[in-house]
């Protein structure tokens, strides 16, 4: 089946620093990909999103970009700021136009000391 | 626009019980899903609706319910709580069949 798999956390970094979060998927056909963000206390935010191979998504300052070559699609920014503190989920959306089912990685905590 | 709301917030139960929690998506959003969070399992599939029917169903036992309403509004129904049904439940909807999923705020559900 499908699935995603994300780099562990907890994810330390200070202000300012590089980020990136490694994901890949096992998907058959060709799924959406997206990044979602959640802060304390609340419910999921679309952070990106790629629907098709080699396509970047972009937001805030965050960017990833759809490798089918080898099925990742890692996150990144240039300089985190301490609000970017949160846990970041990748996910998968059903390929195949087979419905409205995304599948999610386990999530990536992200901790930015100022 | 508005969001995608959900109601209750909060919610606490007894085990035994039985709970309804209510979502209305986005204006003009035809499909509602339902994701249950928990620290152990993370980020789970529990069904999807589309016009009032129900198109995907994840892995979970028929102690979980859903249905929509013809005005798109959905609620999802937990009956014979058990302690392990602690958790967030999550609703997203999106415009129509491989569109973005828009998520809600969610509803914690403590069963003691």
């Known amino acids: 089946g499908d699935s995603v798999t994300q780099m562990e956390g907890p994810v330390t970094l200070s202000e300012e620093a590089c980020l990136t979060i490694?994901?890949?998927?096992?998907?058959?056909?060709?799924?959406?990909l997206f990044w979602y963000v959640q802060y304390p206390g609340e419910g999921l935010q679309l952070l990106l999103k790629?629907?098709?191979?080699?396509d970047k998504g972009s937001n805030k300052g965050f960017e990833a970009t759809y490798r089918k070559e080898t099925t990742s699609f890692h996150l990144e920014k240039g300089s985190v700021q301490v609000s970017d503190s949160a846990v970041y989920f990748c996910?998968?959306?059903?390929?195949?136009?087979?419905?409205?089912?995304?599948?999610f990685g386990g999530g990536t905590r992200l901790m930015v000391k100022p | 626009k508005a969001g995608v709301t959900q109601t209750p917030r909060y919610l606490i139960k007894t085990r035994g019980q039985q709970v309804t929690l209510s979502c209305s998506p986005i204006?003009?959003?035809?499909?509602v899903s339902w994701y249950q969070q928990t620290p152990g399992q993370g980020l789970q599939f529990l069904f999807e609706?589309?016009?009032?029917?129900?198109?995907n169903k994840g892995n979970f036992p028929g102690r979980f319910s859903g249905r929509q309403f013809s005005n798109s509004r959905s609620e999802m129904n937990v009956s014979t709580l058990e302690l392990g049904d602690s958790a967030l439940y999550l609703c997203?909807?999106?415009?129509?069949?491989?569109?973005?999923?828009?998520f809600g705020p969610g509803t914690r559900l403590l069963v003691l």
């Open positions: 997203a909807s999106s415009a129509g069949m491989g569109e973005t999923q828009y």
């Open positions: 490694n994901c890949t998927y096992t998907a058959t056909g060709y799924p959406s």
């Open positions: 790629a629907t098709k191979a080699d």
């Open positions: 996910a998968l959306g059903s390929p195949n136009n087979a419905g409205n089912m995304l599948t």
């Open positions: 204006s003009g959003h035809r499909s």
């Open positions: 609706y589309f016009s009032e029917t129900q198109r």
